[in-house]
Each structure stands twice: as structure tokens, then as C-alpha cells.
């Protein structure tokens, strides 16, 4: 695949989205604005999808974390009186 390369698409879009898109752009810059647009719209969804993920997996095992923190606790406290 070539560094750099474009491709060039056909797109629909309401009448009132391009006359909020020609706010920020002007007509020479549309294609970097979108392409600025959609990369930042998918590293935010995918950041929200990973603390989702991150989230429900730390709610999944939190039994599991709780239960061996319990066994471990007089260990670590003798340890610290030690200490």
C-alpha cells in the first residue's frame, strides 16, 4: 500500500451537515477536516469501548479480587507491624 495515499469517495450528506461542515472548512480543506473528523470519532469510541471493557471486567472479578485480598490481609498486616 502507498504512503499517503487518498482515495476518493462519493458521499451523501443532509444539506444542514454541510452547511456546518462549511463553517470550519472551506471547500479546499473538507477532505482534511472529515479525515481529522472520523479519526478522532473512532479513537474516542474506542476508547470509551476499552474503559467499558476495562470497567465490566474489573466489576466481573471483583468477587474473586475481594476474596483474595480477605485471605491475604493478616499476612500483609503482620508484615507492616514488622515493619
Avoid: C
Wanted: no cysteine.
Amino acid at each position: 500500500m502507498k504512503r499517503n495515499a487518498h482515495k476518493r469517495i462519493n458521499i451523501t450528506l443532509p444539506e444542514s451537515t454541510v452547511a456546518l461542515l462549511e463553517t470550519v472548512a472551506d471547500k479546499g480543506e473538507r477532505s482534511v477536516f472529515i479525515d481529522m473528523a472520523i479519526r478522532s470519532y473512532v479513537k474516542q469510541t474506542k476508547g470509551a469501548e476499552l474503559r467499558e471493557n476495562l470497567k465490566a471486567g474489573a466489576i466481573a472479578r471483583s468477587r474473586r479480587d475481594l476474596s483474595v485480598a480477605e485471605e491475604w490481609f493478616d499476612v500483609e498486616e503482620e508484615l507492616w507491624q514488622k515493619g
